[in-house]
């Protein structure tokens, strides 16, 4: 019967979200910042084609650059929004992404999926075959971020049965911007890496790939900002008797 009730439930919660004040108000605050950077990064792919080279931190997916740097900071409150849900809540699912948000935050710093697929590459290439239009690195960058997806849908399977409904569907947003994520962070990642490309190619497949990434990354953070301000509402009017407490789908 509970599962009925959050399935129900499910519209009235994502509409809060998707109509919250906070929600506008920061996407009005990042989003003009955010269009200035993805202009920036089309300007730099277009010159690297022309050969007219504008500066590399131009490029949303440069190391510290204006659009990396924007991620790195929307990520990192994500983060932390997430895990002062879950103090709030104590509803697990939110500890759960917000450690794997974490995580995603150091990688796309330090570029440890870049480390680890140099580091496994020659066992990869012992297995592999020779003729492979890609080199092994790029197939051991996939395989961390498997082994940190599949810990990630475990922790949250686990964290179902201890979590409240509306985390649970707060969460479920969440869940489809990272699948995304991951999709244009591997699937296109690996098309751009695949074989021969005209630089033209290679610069419409990479921008695809990190503007992509980066949309959901904001998304994400848009979010998770609405969903904070809400339970934060909805906690304040708890403590003062106006709203009705939940119990966790394992009650």
Known sequence: MQIV???KEIPAVLREVLFAPALRTIALIILPYAGLIIGM?????????TGQALPVQFFVSQDWSFGETLEYSVMTATAVMLFGMWRRDRSPIYLVNALLFTYLTIDNAVEIHE?????IAPALEMILPDNLPMAAN??????LFLAVGLVWLVGLGLSLR?????PIINSLPLVGCIFMA????IVVDAATDWGPHSVARTDIEAFIEDGGEFVMILVCFFLTTAMYD???RRAKALAEGGVAGELPLAA
């Open 115 to 119: 480390w680890f697929g140099f580091w």
């Open 41 to 49: 990064d089309v300007a730099s792919r277009y010159g690297d084609v």
């Open 5 to 7: 009730a959050l399935i």
């Open 230 to 232: 809400i339970e934060k």
């Open 162 to 166: 201890q979590s409240r409904p509306r």
């Open 182 to 185: 991951a999709f244009f962070g």
């Open 138 to 143: 790029y197939f051991g960058e996939p395989l």
